[in-house]
């Protein structure tokens, strides 16, 4: 589901609406979020789990905006669960959450942004297929949710259903997640 109100398949570049003020996107196994450049949130496609944010289970074939806050400033869409942190530094996430990728410390499904602990440091989130890794101000390596291969990085393979910090170092500069794996550089 592409955004443009259709279910047709393109084979080039669409242009999704009219809107200019973009800032970044995030595509998750069948949606898409993104935040504008007013710290607006929007959301489109596959909604049964609760993964757009909106409060429902209601497909979206166009950019839909969630929530009235404007402060969003980036976004990361796993398979069927988004998480996405604010500018004040808090972490938000919503969805699935069968392995604790919600990080809340439950596997309850959130149908709207729910806020994951009370840290206001969080600087950059990626999401696997399950699972979400992220830093914070500080250069730590946080991760959670599925862990069935060792995609956590903590020596193990159980989940985690909070934030669990990866090792003691404090100079992780970035972090990618790929379906069960991470890759992160340090400085």
């Not at 757009?52 to 402060?71: E, F, K, Q, V, Y």
């Not at 193990?156 to 170092?169: E, F, H, K, M, N």
């Amino acid at each position: 589901m592409l955004g443009d109100g259709t279910t047709e398949t393109k084979l080039t570049p669409t242009h999704i609406g009219t809107d200019t003020n973009w800032a970044t996107v995030s595509t998750g196994s069948t949606h898409t979020l993104a935040v504008k450049t007013d710290g607006t949130l929007w959301a489109w496609g596959d909604n049964r789990i609760g993964q757009l944010g909106d409060g429902t289970t209601d497909t979206r074939l166009a950019p839909t905006h969630i929530g009235t806050a404007t402060d969003w400033s980036t976004v990361s869409a796993g398979a069927y669960f988004t998480v996405a942190a604010k500018t004040d530094g808090t972490l938000w996430a919503w969805g699935a959450n069968f392995d604790g990728q919600l990080g809340d410390g439950t596997t309850n499904f959130h149908f709207t942004p729910a806020r994951v602990g009370a840290g206001t440091d969080w600087a950059t989130i990626e999401t696997g297929e399950a699972f979400t890794v992220a830093s914070k101000t500080d250069g730590s390596l946080w991760a959670w949710g599925a862990n069935n291969v060792g995609q956590l990085g903590d020596g193990t393979t159980s989940p985690r259903l909070t934030p669990t910090q990866v090792g003691s170092a404090t100079d992780w500069l970035t972090v990618g997640a790929g379906i069960q794996h991470t890759a992160a550089m340090r400085g």
